[in-house]
């Protein structure tokens, strides 16, 4: 019978939760490639709302967060990973601010679900509608500097997008509990 050290378990469980940030990292940049690009809007519709908000109903505040920035990262690099293809660009358009907001989302969303949300589809709902709350209010923003109004934010870049990303809080709080079955141990 073989016993692992205290090490071997430690070096196992931190390269599993490595794993899972850089998967929701992954995951997050195949949604950019799901786009719907509005003729009014200079934000597209994508499924990367799921997936910020799943990594923190999943890995929890740090690790959805994590998660986020190795995305964002991606992006810094010059890897086309972002709804727009245009890499490191991506950071100076009017999407800027949503790709900042991920990260704040994904922690938002995380911590609500560690700390005050049940196990149950209303807890992780509220804590994913949370995190669909501060990406709104960080993307928009920035979205209202690039544009010179809030009035054009809101039109522009959060009122077409309320119905789809309540729909997305949605799936994200049905599928969190088995994501955490699969990604935390």
């Known amino acids: 019978m ?3 050290s205290l090490s071997g ?3 196992q ?3 599993y939760k490595v794993g899972a940030v850089i998967t929701f990292a992954a995951i997050t940049a195949l949604t ?17 709302t799921l997936a910020v908000v799943l990594s923190g ?8 967060a994590l998660a986020q920035l190795s995305y964002l990262g991606m992006i810094a690099t010059g890897l086309p990973v972002d709804a727009n293809g245009v890499g490191a660009a991506a950071f100076f358009g009017p999407t800027a601010g949503y790709l900042a ?5 994904a922690f938002a969303a995380g911590w609500l679900a560690e700390r005050l949300a049940p196990r149950t589809w209303w807890g992780y709902f509220v804590a994913a509608l949370a995190g669909v709350v ?10 209202a500097v690039m544009l010179g109004s809030w009035q054009k ?5 959060v009122a077409p997008f309320i119905l789809v990303d309540l729909l997305k809080a949605a799936i994200a709080a049905g599928v969190a509990e088995s994501g955490k079955r699969l990604f935390v141990r």
């Open 2 to 4: 073989q016993s692992k």
């Open 9 to 11: 378990i430690l070096n």
């Open 13 to 15: 469980s931190v390269l």
């Open 32 to 48: 950019a490639r799901i786009t719907i690009h509005l003729p009014f809007s200079p934000v597209p519709i994508t499924l990367q």
């Open 57 to 64: 109903l999943v890995l929890g505040a740090r690790g959805g």
């Open 101 to 105: 907001g991920f990260v704040v989302a």
């Open 134 to 143: 501060v990406l709104f209010a960080v993307g928009a923003s920035w979205l």
């Open 153 to 157: 934010a809101w039109l522009f870049g």
